[in-house]
């Protein structure tokens, strides 16, 4: 009966370790959810993705070990998504939203605002971005704050 008990504990911790492994931010009314699986993979989308399979379609996939993945997008063009990432084992699927994999320089130049001098001083008004820590499981915002 013991045996029976902790098979039984087993099985249902689980789907419950599974899923935990999700974490799902509100970042200028849109919803990215970071899920770390345990086949190594980190699947980041933009929406609240609650389904227990591994999406097909609007995702980043990146390894768990992956140290930053810097999401961006322009509030008024929402459905491109900028992604950079300092490792470059990375898988974009796009369907509907659209992914585009930058360079540092040119998300710099993208979310930037440029002074005179032609040095970058700060992020424009209508740039969201979410950077992703895989590896530590943590993201913040454009303004460093954690989520």
């Known amino acids: 009966m013991k ?16 899923i935990e492994s999700r974490n ?9 959810t970071v899920w ?8 980041i989308m933009p929406c609240a993705y609650f389904d227990i399979f591994a999406p097909n379609n ?9 140290m930053d993945v810097v ?3 322009d509030k008024e063009a929402s459905d491109t998504i900028m992604v950079y990432s300092y490792d470059k084992r990375i898988n974009i699927n796009s369907r509907k939203v659209k992914f585009i994999l ?5 998300l710099e130049e993208k ?7 032609g040095l970058k001083s700060k992020l424009k008004k209508n740039i969201e971005l979410v950077s992703v820590h895989a ?13």
Do not use: R
């Open 111 to 117: 979310i930037y605002e440029k002074k005179e001098n």
């Open 135 to 147: 590896f530590e499981s943590w993201a913040n915002d454009k303004n460093g704050v954690v989520l």
């Open 3 to 18: 045996t029976l008990l902790i098979i039984v504990a087993i099985f249902l911790a689980i789907p419950f370790w599974y």
């Open 36 to 43: 770390k699986t345990v086949g190594n993979a980190c699947y």
């Open 71 to 73: 999401i961006a997008w």
């Open 24 to 32: 799902i931010y509100h970042v200028g009314g849109k919803n990215i």
């Open 58 to 66: 609007d995702y980043v996939e990146i390894m768990n070990t992956n």
């Open 102 to 106: 930058v360079s540092q320089e040119d």
